[in-house]
């Protein structure tokens, strides 16, 4: 059962608030949809890595982020998403691809973003988040290569080579 938070505000929320909030329940969002998703594929495919691994760091990246939600926000995040995973690990692994390259455009883009101008503990957290994003997009491009061959093209991040 959820529980809402019994925060009063005495004022209402001013727009670069509620665009933090925004900012920062779609990132902890975000990093509780990939723990799902590893943890779904975890059950499919064993200690195959890199879900084994990974998927108990997007635990602590939503870990990282609650600080900053519980800080700033009124809303709670989504804790527990339903997700469908591909039972065929080719297929598993391009949609982890294609999941850890939209999370590195959204840490780009919310670290350029002049909401979380005034915010250096967001900005500490969105900047570590993106390094260990990044890591995690490399291992699963690594671990695709080495068992499928080249990742197409489609699934290659740009933004981050």
Same mark, same amino acid.
Not at 53 to 66: G, M, V
């Given at each position: 059962m959820?529980?809402s938070?019994s925060?009063?505000?005495s004022?209402?929320l001013?727009?670069?608030?509620e665009?933090? /909030?925004?900012?920062?329940?779609?990132a902890i969002n975000?990093?509780y949809l990939?723990?799902?998703?590893y943890?779904?594929a975890?059950? =499919?495919?064993g200690?195959?890595?890199?879900?084994?691994n990974?998927?108990?760091?997007e635990?602590?990246h939503?870990?990282a982020?609650t600080? =900053? @939600?519980d800080? +700033?926000?009124?809303?709670?995040?989504?804790?527990?998403?339903?997700?469908? &995973?591909p039972?065929i +690990?080719?297929?598993?692994?391009?949609?982890?691809?294609?999941? *850890?390259?939209e999370?590195?455009?959204?840490y780009?883009?919310n670290?350029k973003? /002049?909401?979380?101008?005034?915010y250096?503990? @967001?900005k500490? @957290?969105? !900047?570590? =988040?993106?390094e260990?994003t990044i !890591?995690? +997009?490399?291992?699963?491009?690594e &671990?695709y *290569?080495?068992n499928?061959?080249s990742?197409p093209?489609? +699934?290659?991040?740009?933004e981050i *080579?």
């Amino acid at each position: 059962m959820k529980h809402s938070r019994s925060r009063s505000k005495s004022k209402t929320l001013s727009n670069t608030n509620e665009d933090l /909030e925004t900012i920062l329940i779609t990132a902890i969002n975000d990093e509780y949809l990939a723990k799902a998703k590893y943890e779904e594929a975890f059950k =499919l495919f064993g200690r195959r890595t890199p879900f084994f691994n990974i998927r108990k760091a997007e635990a602590r990246h939503a870990q990282a982020l609650t600080p =900053l @939600v519980d800080k +700033y926000c009124t809303q709670e995040p989504d804790k527990n998403p339903s997700v469908d &995973v591909p039972n065929i +690990y080719q297929d598993a692994l391009l949609i982890a691809i294609k999941g *850890e390259c939209e999370t590195c455009r959204m840490y780009i883009a919310n670290l350029k973003n /002049e909401v979380i101008d005034p915010y250096d503990d @967001v900005k500490k @957290v969105f !900047q570590n =988040l993106l390094e260990a994003t990044i !890591q995690h +997009y490399k291992k699963f491009c690594e &671990v695709y *290569e080495d068992n499928f061959g080249s990742i197409p093209d489609e +699934y290659e991040c740009n933004e981050i *080579e």
